[in-house]
C-alpha cells in the first residue's frame, strides 16, 4: 500500500489516566511545542510558497492552508467505523472532568463559576480547528487562575462594593453589591487575561522560546511544587470556607495561611466534611486506579461521581439553607454575548500580567518536563486503550461541556465549592510527590538539589514570578560557581606510560624529579584568577612572591655583609671574614624587615645557589622544583583577565629560577594568547607541549644534557659590576612592577 | 646590623603624582586592602592570644594593642632628621589639594562648602592614629558625593523651603529659606552618611569582600568612566552656573544633560569663562608635569596656583556682585559642636544607603584596580622622589585643612564654585582615558569589550548603582554563555602518530574508517544538552531518532510486502516475488507517515543490512560509521540534567547500532556517572578509554576480528519468530521511551 500523501499523524493514544486532571497542564505543554513546531512548519511552508512564487498552484495554496488549518487534513480521512467509538469514550470522561476544573479554577480567578465553562469550552473548539495533535486538551492552569484571582481581587476588593442597606426595621448594614462587583471582576479578568494573550504572541515573535533551556530539572521541580503549594492554600480556604483578607506580594501566602489558621474557628462544617470526603474518596480511587491499571479496562472516573452525589446531597439536604454551606449558586444559562474587554485597563495591570505571561509560559514548559520525565506518563500513554483517536475526542468534550452550559448548568447549582476545590487538591499529589526526588538528586548532585530547594522556598515566599526568576539565576550563578570552583590535581605518571594521574587518587604514582604538574580543570577568567594562583601555590607547596621577597633580604644581607667586610667577593665566589653576628636564626614573621637596609644595592652582581646553606640568616624557602608544567587540556576559555594571570604567574616563577610549560593546550586558546599579547622576549611558544608526556621527556632530557655540563650554580659566587641605579621594593607585585623588578633581581642576582 | 624586631614599613614613597588629585581613591583602595589585610592579622593575633592566654604578658597585650593602633609602632621610630622635610612638602600638598576638593565635593553631595572642609580634616586624622600605609590619604569620593547629593535632594528639595518675603515695595515674591534648608541638608546627609558607614561595617563583618573578585577589569573599566560622566555632568551644572530640576532614578543624567543643553542660555559668562581656563590651564599643566616628570623635581601645584589667582580675581573684581558669578560665600569659621545625626531618617534612606555602601566599596577596589594595572602609576610611586615617607605626611596635610577651617576659609570666600568644579573636571581625564582601551579589548576578546561597553551605557543609563548589579549579573551570563557554547571539533588523527586534532583546522589528518571523534569543551550542564546534541549530529551527519524511524517504517513496509506475499521470508533472507509498485520515490517530508501502516508487527523478526539496497522505497539515511567517540577531556563537570542527556544519546545511538565511547574522561566525573545511575547492561564501563588513541586503536582491533570472520549483515534475512505484544512509536523520544522502544527495534530487526 502507498503511503498516503501530506501530513497526518501516527496512531497514538491520548494520555487517559488517573492523573488526568493534574495532567492537563501537560496538554498544554505539548500544545506550546507542537504549536511551536507548527509555526516553524509555517514559516518553512510560507518562505517556501514565497520562493516558488511563480509556480505557485491551487495545490499549494491548499496545502498551504491545511498546514495553518489542520483539520482540513485529518478531518476528511477520519474513519468512523474505528475510532468513533473510542473517542466518545474520551470525549465524555474529558468533558467531565473540564466542566468540574473549570468551576473549579474560576473560583481561584474570583469570576462567578460560569464563566470557568466558558474557559473550558472555547480553548478547546479553538483547538479542535486549528490544532495538529490528539494528546491535547486544553483548558485552564490552576496557578495562573490563581494569579488572575489576585489581580482581580486587589483591583476590585470587596470593599469597593459595598452599599449600604436599610432592610425595613434591622439596623443599617453595609453589604456587598454582589452583582456589581462580579460583573466589575469579570471585565477586569477579561482585560488581563487578553493583556496576558498579547505578551505571548510578542513572546512567540520575539521567539523568547531560549529560555526553555535554562529551565533545568530540579528549578522545574522546585517550582511547580511550589505552585501546587500556592494552589494548596487557596483550595484549603474554599474547603474550610474560610474568608481571609487578599494579599499581594513577598510572604503573601505564609500570611493567607496564617490568617486561615487564625480564623479556623469559622470553619463551615458542613464544607469541610464535605470537602475531606471528596479528597479521601477521590485519592484512594485514583490510587486503585493506578494499582490496577492493567485490570480494569476504563479508570473510574471519581471526580464526576463524587461531584453527582455531592450534588444531590446538597440539594437533597438543602445545605444551604441548614448549614450556611458555600454552594455554586448562579450558572449562567447559555452564552453570554461576547464584549471587547476594558481595554483602559491595560496600562494598569501591565506588570501584573507580563509576570503571568511568564508564568504561564514557564509553567506550560516546566510541568510538561516534569512529566516527560515520569516513567508512568510515557508507559500510560501506550499502554492505556481507552481515549480518542483524534481531535475528535476534544470536540466531543467540548459537547460536553457546552451541555452543561446550556442545561446541566442549573442542576450544579447546589454543588458546594468546597468539593470542587477538594477535587482541585486530590489532584495535586503528583506535584507534593515530587518532594521524594529531593534525597535522590542529593544523592547525584548536591548543587541540583539546592537549586531544587531554592526554586522551592523562593518561589513559596516571593510568589511565583520572582521566585521563577530568582530560580533562573540562582541556576545559572550556580553553573558561574562550578567552573570558578573546579577539581584541580597535581599530577604524575604511572610508571613507564605517558599517563598522568592525580598524585591524590592513585597509588604508586611518580611525579618526575624537579617538576609539578598542575590540572586545573576549568576555563580561567576574572572569577577565578586568585583560586588559580592558589591552586598553583598549593601544588608547588610555595609561595613564588614570598620566596623572591625573601631572596631579596637575603641578597641585601649579603651586600651590607660584603660592604662592611664580613664577606669578600671573588671571582671564585664569597670569603666569609667573620663568623655571623646574628647568632637567633630571624623569626619568620617579620618579612617586610627591609626599611632598615635601604643601603644604595647597585654596585654588586651576586651569584647565589638559594639551595645551599646561605651566609646571611634569611629564611629563605627552599624551592624543590626547576619546573612547573600545566596541563591545560580543559581550559576551555581564557578573558583578558586569565591571560594576563598567567603571564603574571609564569614571570613570577621565572624570577626565582622555575619554569612554567603548558601542555595539551587547545588551539583557539593559543590563538586567544596570542591576541591578548601573551607572547614576548621571555614567554615563548617553545614552552608549549602538545601533551604533558612531551613536556616531561623534554625536562628530562635537559636535565641530563645540564648534568653533563656540571651545575655553575654550586658556590656562592659574587662579582663586582656596577648597573643603573635601581631601588628595589618588596610588596605584591602587579604584572608591570615584575618588569622592574625582574631586571632589578636579574641585574642582582643573575 | 640586626632587624629590628616587630613591625614595620619598607621605606617606600607615597604616590604624589601629576594625578594626586583622582588618584586618591587609590589611597583608598589600598585602605581597604590594607584593612583587610590588617583585619585578618588582628584576628590571627586575637587568635593567637587567646590561645596562649595563660602565657600571656604585658609584652604581648602591648603587641595587639599596636596592632590595633598602628601609631604606637611607628611614630616611635620616626626619623625626624631624615624623614621630616619630606613629609612637611607633601603633607602641604595634599593639604592644599584635599581643602579644594573637599568643598568641590561638598557641591556635589548638596550641602555648604564648608562640610567639605570637614569631610577633607576628619578621615586624615582617623588614618594618622589607626591606619598602616603611608601611602594612603583618605577622603571623600566624589562619585559617592553625587550619589548623596542626589538623596539629599530628593528628601530637601528647595521647594520645601519657599517663603514668602514681603519686603517693602516690592511685590511679595516666594524665596527660599536657604539657611534652613542648608540646616536641613546637613542633618540629612549626615545621617545617611552615618548610616552608609553601619552599613559597611556589617559588610565587613559578614566578609562581603568576596564579591570583589567578580569586579572583573572591563567591567571595572566601563563602571568608572559612567561615574566620571556622572560626576562630569554635574559639574558641567556648576561651571555654567544653570540650575537643574534634580532628577532620580533612571535616565536621570540624561534628563540632566539635556536639561543643561536647554537653559544653557542662562550660562554666566564669568562663572564659564573662568571654568574653562581653569580647564584649560590644569589640563595643559597636568600634561607638562606628566611629560616632564624626570627633569622637574616637583610637579607643579597647579590646582593650588589657580585657586589662589582665581580668588584674587573674583575679589578684586567683585565678580558676585558685578557678574552675578557663583562664589562659595560663607565658609564658618571652626568647627560646629558634634551632633548626633537624625536616627529617625534612618528608614527612609536605608535603600538609598545601601546602594551608596555598595558603590562606594566597588569604586574603591575598582578605581584601585584600574590604577593597578596602568604602568605609570607604578613608575611614579617609584620614582617621584618628593612626599613624605611616613603617616606624618598625612597629619601634616590634616593640619593644613585645619588651617582652612580654623583660618583660611573666610580668605577662600570670593572663590568661584565653577573653578572648584572645573578642578574636579579636569581630573577627570584619566578616566575618560579609559576609552581608549576599548579597541584593544575588542581585539583581544569581544566579549571582555562588551562587558566594557555595556557596564558604562548601564551605568549612565540606570545610575550607578543599578549599573553596577546589571554589570555585574551580566558578567556573570556572559561566564554562562562561554561554557553553554563552547567551541568543539570534529578529530582525526595526525597520521601515524597518537595525536588527534580538528579536521576543520589542519591538513592531512586521518578520520579512522566508520568512527567519528568529538571533542567538546565545555561541562555539559541543562543549559546546553541541546547544543551538544547539535554538535553531534552535526560531526556524525545523520539525525539518530530519524534513522531510527525511518528503519522503522522500512521495516513495516517489508512486514507487509511480507504478508501481502510480495516478499517472501526465507531462513537465507527474502525473495522478492514481484517488482515493487512504489514507482515514486516516496518523498522526505513525509517520515509520520505510520498511520496508515498500524498492522500488527508483531510476528516477524527480520534481519537487515541498512546500508544495502532495499527491497522497498524508503529513504533511509545511510549511517557510514559503527562507532563514535566523545574526548571528554574538557568535561569539568556534568550535572544530572546532563548525565541523562548522555544517557539517551547512548542509547539513541545503539538502537541504530553504533556503539558510543568515551576517552580522557576526568575520574571525578566517572565518579558522578556513577552517582548518576549512568551505568547499566547496556552502557558498560568498557565503553570508557584512557585517551582518544586508545579507544581507535582498540576499534580497529574490533574491525579487524570481525572482518575475519566475515559479516553476517550482508544480505537480508527474515526470521519467522513469535513475540510479546507490542507497538511501535515514532516520536521524538524521552530516555524512558527509548528503553521500550529499544526493545521494540531489537525484537523486530535484530
Redesign the interface.
Known sequence: ????????????LPEYSCSYMVSRPVYSELAFQQQHERRLQERKTLRESLAKCCSCSRKRAFGVLKTLVPILEWLPKYRVKEWLLSDVISGVSTGLVATLQGMAYALLAAVPVGYGLYSAFFPILTYFIFGTSRHISVGPFPVVSLMVGSVVLSMAPDEHFLVSSSNGTVLNTTMIDTAARDTARVLIASALTLLVGIIQLIFGGLQIGFIV??????LVGGFTTAAAFQVLVSQLKIVLNVSTKNYNGVLSIIYTLVEIFQNIGDTNLADFTAGLLTIVVCMAVKELNDRFRHKIPVPIPIEVIVTIIATAISYGANLEKNYNAGIVKSIPRGFLPPELPPVSLFSEMLAASFSIAVVAYAIAVSVGKVY??K?DY??DG?QESTGGKTQVAGIISAAIVMIAILALGKLLEPLQKSVLAAVVIANLKGMFMQLCDIPR?W???K??AVIWVFTCIVSIILGLDLGLLAGL?F???T??L??QF??WNGLGSIPSTD?Y??TK?YKNIEEPQGVKILRF???I??????GFKKCIKSTVGFDAIRVYNKRLKALRKIQ?LIKSGQLRATKNGIISDAVS??NAF?PD??I???????IPTKEIEIQVDWNSELPVKVNVPKVPIHSLVLDC?????????G??SLRVIVKEFQRIDVNVYFA?L???VIE?LE???FFDDNIRKDTFF??VHDAILYLQNQVKSQEGQGSILETITLIQDCKDTL?L???EL????LD?QDEAMRTLAS
Chains 1, 2 share one sequence.
Do not use: H, W
Not at 533551556?213 to 530540579?218: C, I, N, S, V, W
Open positions: 500500500m502507498a503511503a498516503p500523501g501530506g501530513r497526518s499523524e501516527p496512531p497514538q533551556r535554562y529551565l533545568a530539572d530540579p516527560a520525565t516513567y510515557t508507559i501506550n538528586l544523592r547525584q548532585n548543587i541540583d539565576i541556576g545559572l550563578l553553573v558561574v562550578r567552573v573546579p577539581s599517563i594521574k592525580s587518587n580543570s576549568s576555563p577568567f576574572y572569577g577565578n584568577v586568585d651590607k653576628t646574628n630571624e614573621e617579620d617586610e624587615d627591609l626599611e632598615e637596609l635601604d587540556g580543559a581550559i576551555s576559555f581564557l578573558d583578558v583577565v591571560v594576563r595539551s587547545q588551539d583557539y586567544k591576541q591578548c599579547g602538545l601533551t631601588e621594593i618588596e610588596t602587579t604584572e608591570e612592577e622592574v
